[in-house]
């Protein structure tokens, strides 16, 4: 099935121009992930977004990226907080319930102008890392934790490994940097990565 492409409206700045940049619902791709990744019978099939199946997610095209500390963002994921009240607050549900009929829990939103132009697999690579941004939580024991109702628990989650390349030229591999070696000498389930773009979910949370 091929992977979804952002709309052409979104690509003609000449539409947009006094408005900087725009976003608009991206259903399509939320389906698309949702049959392809998430379900089992999906044709990139992880395992490791079986918590994600029946979440309360929204994907949006963003009609172009933005730069932040120097390093081009083309994906995000956050989760959806109002930090205002009254008419602030009340604008801003307002305007998730037109894009979405509702105010989800989580947002993903990819650079449209990116996205138009990747490979297939800096496309896939893009949409998992922000999947994996939106995590199964754990309770007090480290095991998976669950709603009353039994669905799973989610949150916000930083990347698995964060260290610099003198560190372990230096002293070595801690656990999680050998885990990433380990897999990155394997060979790739899914296809070559040629992606250079920074992480709009950390530099968010670091700002």
Known sequence: MARPMPPASMLDCSEFSDFGIRLTPATEVWEWLQNQILADTGSIHNE??????DADIQ??????????????????????????GGWQKARMEQQMFDWFGEVPAYIITLAADYCAQC??????????????????ATDKYGQPAFTKDGAPKLEMRGHDVEEFV???????????????????NSPAEVGKLNISRACGTCLLKSA
């Open 119 to 136: 490979s297939d697999a800096d496309f896939c690579a893009l949409v998992e890392h922000e999947l994996y941004h939106i995590a199964h």
């Open 59 to 84: 994907v949006m095209w963003a009609s172009s990226a933005f730069t932040k500390k120097g390093r081009t963002v083309v994906g995000q994921a956050e989760q959806v907080a109002f930090r205002a």
């Open 166 to 184: 003198g560190v372990v030229r230096r002293y070595g591999a801690s656990h999680d940097v050998q885990a990433l070696v380990d897999a990155a």
């Open 48 to 53: 490791d977004h079986a918590h994600l199946l």
